[in-house]
């Protein structure tokens, strides 16, 4: 199966048993990185896993390697990623320390789940389409300059009137620039690694587009809020992991999203230099 195969269209519904675990699995998302309950958060992970078993034992669907897509399979796959990623805290940092938390946990979220569902499973579930989607259209050349247009006009004032810039370490050094640069890039390609073609991917081969769109936004925008879009972040983290799904879905390119998210995070990086340099020359008007 590729990254985009799933049960028809037609047969996909979101009110089916299915609905249990994979809301179990993405809400735990808020209760691990909003609310920080961890031992709360794991639990629902495993009941996600657990209620998932009984829905394919319900509809006679087999766990490991069946040519249906298995709920358990990939809620599991999903548990694991949320796992691996809350066993380090979130907080921004840019010491060295920090670099190698990050690397093996948001690595191996991503590096699991993909082992796991290629080796074990055998089910080819996630795959990273970088050359997908053929050439981009005029709509999606526009859209890259919308999305610089809409980060310049929105992101300082969020960052700077919210104060949720604090939650970043103070940038006031050309090696601690570097390293915050390094740093919102490498999370940035992260986001859409797991976030689109791991949760998001997983979860649509069962339900409808518009539903596993949804739920892979709740997961999304919990990291993000650990991460340090609080305030009335989610305002703006909500719309943004939305359409990062429906890009995937209209162009098949990890590129595209990829370049989607990168140019916003250049925003968010100026932002965040003028934010703790508020005496520097600077291009932004708050």
């Known amino acids: ?33 909003v609310v920080q309950i961890v031992w709360l958060g794991w639990l629902l992970l495993a ?4 209620s998932g ?16 897509p298995s709920i358990a399979r990939d809620v599991s796959l999903v548990a694991i990623g949320q796992f691996i990623v809350s066993l380090i805290p979130l907080h921004a940092e840019l010491d060295n320390a920090a ?27 996630i795959r990273f389409p970088w050359r997908g989607g053929g050439r981009w259209t005029w709509w999606q050349w526009a ?3 919308g999305v610089i247009v809409l980060g310049y006009l929105i992101l300082p004032f969020y960052f700077i009137t919210s104060g949720v810039y604090m939650n970043w370490p ?5 090696d601690l620039i570097a390293r915050l640069f390094v740093g919102v890039g490498a999370v940035g390609i992260w986001d859409e ?32 809020w650990e991460l340090g879009y609080q305030a009335w972040g989610p305002l703006l983290t909500v719309p943004f992991a939305i359409v990062q799904g429906f890009l995937f879905l209209k162009t098949r390119s990890l590129w595209y999203v990829v370049t989607v998210h990168l140019l916003f ?20 008007l708050v």
């Open 170 to 174: 103070v940038v006031n050094t050309p």
């Open 47 to 50: 009941l996600a896993v657990a």
């Open 265 to 284: 995070d250049a925003v968010v990086f100026g932002v965040l230099v003028h934010a703790h340099n508020p005496g520097a020359a600077s291009i932004f």
């Open 143 to 145: 859209w890259l300059g």
């Open 53 to 68: 078993v009984l829905v394919d034992r319900r509809i006679g669907v087999g766990l490991v390697r069946s040519r249906e």
């Open 193 to 224: 690694l797991f976030f689109i073609c791991t949760v998001f991917v997983l979860l649509r081969r069962h339900f409808p587009d518009v539903t596993a769109n949804l739920l892979q936004s709740i997961v999304f925008v919990s990291f993000l």
């Open 99 to 125: 670099f190698l938390r990050f690397t093996l946990a948001l690595g191996g979220a991503v590096v699991v789940p993909y082992m796991i569902s290629r080796f074990v499973y055998r089910d080819y579930a």
């Open 1 to 33: 199966m590729t990254a985009h195969t799933a049960v028809p269209v037609r047969e996909r519904s979101t009110w089916t048993p299915k609905l249990i675990p994979a809301l179990l699995v993405c809400l735990a998302a808020p209760v691990l990185f």
